[in-house]
């Protein structure tokens, strides 16, 4: 189990992450439940670096059966595996909908730019689900179970690593009513990988992502990159990561990703903000994380010269520019769902002017 705190050709940067994945750290999740308070002491210090150095870890001894998590990765295998009018009852344009299935892959483009079919379900506060393949909902159901367990001890860890009391983040971000989100990516065989991507370098939103996959690699993480980082203004960062394709066998994904309900307000901890010796200037404007991720969402999608740079790919070929923002008075985003709701129409406005607009608390 993985866990995040949110001009080259592909072969080559494939090769170099490969040596940099063997070098990523590794957190015993037993010795941070161990009641021996020396071993939770070193723990938390191994914490405290490798959220401020990568924003990456690999999860061991965390306790999730073993038998589950295949259980929910073949239950995936076989939700995708339905014929697609059964799949697409589920797919919504509706970003919020609690249940989401899309598609990058159209057999009657002949050039493709992603390569991927996602399933994105709510499960907290409010448990939802597809009702098929028999027997995905109860399994699935257990494990986001079982890593809300794991993330709350994780986050526990990481709130004493940052000099915070325990349940510091819990209590802050209301994390009892706040969501969880599973997402369920399929990679399937790709003819042409060095022409197409799973989902381009990006970083998760909310605090914490648990992720598992099958036995296929093709998760990629940017060591050191642009973060995005609120809690801990500026001392945690999230990892950059993105998901590349083969031609020799299907991946499965699956990130559970944890954070504050929408209307939260994120914010820096006062505590790392200004203490009795020290101040640190505050490094993120107060705001509903609703309207920093749609932020972000806008930010992150500014243009398909954008997403390209980003891919550090250079063979893609041209295509027409569907997502090239144009910021007059008129212009429609695709990426937002329209009409606008009400609670967004606010943070759209403000985030037509990006990137340099300022948004106010």
């Known amino acids: 189990m993985a866990a995040a705190t949110q001009g080259l050709v592909q072969t080559s940067l494939e090769t170099n992450t490969q040596i940099q994945m063997k070098r990523s750290p590794i957190i015993d999740f037993s010795l941070l439940t161990s009641r021996d308070p020396n071993q939770r002491s070193k723990v938390i210090q191994d914490l405290n670096k490798v959220c401020q150095d990568w924003g990456f870890f690999m999860l061991v001894n965390h306790g999730v059966p073993e038998s589950l998590m295949k259980a929910v990765l073949d239950g995936s295998k076989e939700f995708f595996n339905l014929p697609m009018e059964e799949k697409m009852e589920f797919a919504e344009k509706d970003l919020w909908k609690p249940i989401k299935f899309g598609t990058g892959v159209d057999i009657k483009v002949e050039n493709f730019f992603f390569w991927r079919d996602f399933l994105k379900v709510f499960v907290h506060p409010q448990f939802h689900f ?30 004493e690593a940052l000099g915070l009391e325990e349940n510091y983040i819990e209590k802050a971000m209301d994390l009892e009513s706040g969501f969880q989100l599973f997402a369920a990516n399929l990679y399937p065989q790709c003819p042409q990988p060095e022409l197409a991507m799973g989902i381009p370098a990006h970083t998760d939103h909310g605090l914490l992502t648990l992720l598992i996959e099958n036995d296929i690699g093709g998760l990629q993480i940017q060591h050191n990159g642009k973060w995005f980082n609120v809690l801990s203004n500026g001392k945690y960062k999230s990892i950059r990561h993105r998901a590349i394709v083969n031609n020799k066998a299907t991946r499965i994904s699956l990130a559970v990703v944890h954070g504050p309900s929408l209307d939260t307000v994120v914010s820096p901890a006062p505590e790392l903000v200004e203490s009795e010796n020290t101040y640190h200037p505050c490094l ?3 705001r509903r994380l609703l309207e920093a991720m749609m932020r972000s969402v806008v930010f992150s999608y500014s243009s398909n010269d954008e997403v390209i740079k980003n891919l550090f790919i250079s063979s893609i070929p041209d295509r027409p520019q569907h997502s090239q923002r144009d910021w007059g008075p008129d212009y429609f985003d695709p990426w937002l ?12 406005k403000r985030c037509r002017g990006y990137p340099g607009h300022t948004t106010p608390p």
């Open 130 to 159: 597809p009702n098929k393949p028999k027997g995905f909902s109860e399994v699935s159901g257990e494990y986001c179970k079982r890593t809300r367990e794991v993330a709350r001890e994780l986050l526990q860890g990481i709130s």
């Open 284 to 286: 993120m404007i107060p």
């Open 337 to 348: 769902p329209r009409p606008v709701p009400p609670p967004m129409e606010k943070t759209y």
